[in-house]
């Protein structure tokens, strides 16, 4: 699946919005299992977050395409100024993380925003590809995955590491988690 059916481009905001319909439909299928169990009221909150996240000016994005078909996505961004006071993520970060460890390792640094791959596509290496795309030239990044996610294997395979606990909306376990770029 990984092979050379599957091409992955990189693309920055507005060239993803291009993508709206096709990241949509791929995020409901993604998340549709545990333990995310999201439903089609959360397909609906993704597409009001992809709005304004694809506006940030530091929005990367790595799609991976088959025969013109969305099979996985992984994108981010860093923010300069204060976190969106909107986005009940961020204020739940603000409310539970020391304001130290933010300020050393989320502030300014790249987020890892979303990554997904279709499941029909998953353990062929896909996010793995999509994961390291993103971090090349990133010196710092941080994301959050759910504590029962098989995505956390991945991340510490790729060199993330544990730096804090959260409790996102849902009541879902978080883990905030930080990559530095060897030096
Ligand atoms: C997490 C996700 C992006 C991984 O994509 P992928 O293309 O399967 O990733 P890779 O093939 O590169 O790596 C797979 C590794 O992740 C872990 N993994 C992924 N799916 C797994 C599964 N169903 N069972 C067990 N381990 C799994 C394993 O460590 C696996 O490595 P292995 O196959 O050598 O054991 C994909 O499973 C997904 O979209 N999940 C739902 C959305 C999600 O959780 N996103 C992350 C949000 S933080």
Known sequence: ??????????????????????????????????????????????????????????????????????????YGYSLTGP?????PFYQQLLTQIDAGLIDRHLRGTYEIAELMVHPDAQRHGVGTTLLTDMLTNCRQAWLCVHRDSHARRLYERAGFRHLAPLTAARNQPLDLMTWTAAT
């Open 83 to 87: 976190f969106p006071p909107d986005e």
């Open 1 to 74: 699946m990984n092979g050379p059916g599957i091409s992955y481009q990189e693309q920055d905001g507005s060239g993803t919005r291009g993508w709206t319909r096709q990241l949509a439909d791929l995020y409901g299928v993604a998340f549709a299992g545990p333990p995310w169990r999201e439903t089609h009221a959360d397909v609906l909150r993704f597409l009001r977050r992809f709005a304004w996240q694809s506006t940030v000016p530091t929005f990367r994005c790595i799609l991976a395409v088959a025969d013109d078909e969305l099979l996985g996505a992984c």
